[in-house]
């Protein structure tokens, strides 16, 4: 059975930095790309980062400059480093293939951003 588990999220002070993690069961990875994505209180689930197998990648609008998506293919987990976190950053992170598949959403990790 295909299992994602994202982790490192947390409580973090507007400016600082966090470094989510997702390990994934099985090789669900393997030949695909992967991406984060976040929901907020409220709000939909939206992407945020995606990196190619080719490693090009692509953020949103809202991330860009400030979080950096990358992977470690020996370890078969993803990650997302996030500095100058800010209030609106605050959302439950998930990872998931690129293109994502429905069936396979973890529980995510809960990232706050407040002083």
């Known amino acids: 059975q295909v299992q994602l588990v994202e982790s490192g999220g947390g409580l973090v002070q507007p400016g600082g930095s966090l470094r989510l993690s997702c390990a994934a069961s099985?090789?669900?990875?393997?030949?695909?790309?992967m991406s984060w994505y976040r929901q907020a209180p409220g709000k939909e689930r939206e992407f945020i980062a995606g990196?190619?197998?080719?490693?090009?990648?692509v953020y949103s609008d809202s991330v860009k400059g400030r979080f950096t998506i990358s992977r470690d293919n020996t370890k078969n987990t993803g990650y997302l480093q996030m500095n100058s976190l800010k209030p609106e950053d605050t959302a439950v992170y998930y990872c998931?293939?690129?293109?994502?598949?429905?069936?396979?959403w973890g529980q995510g990790t809960q990232v706050t951003v407040s002083s």
């Open positions: 998931n293939v690129l293109p994502p598949l429905p069936l396979i």
């Open positions: 099985g090789s669900i990875f393997s030949g695909k790309g």
């Open positions: 990196l190619t197998t080719r490693g090009s990648t």
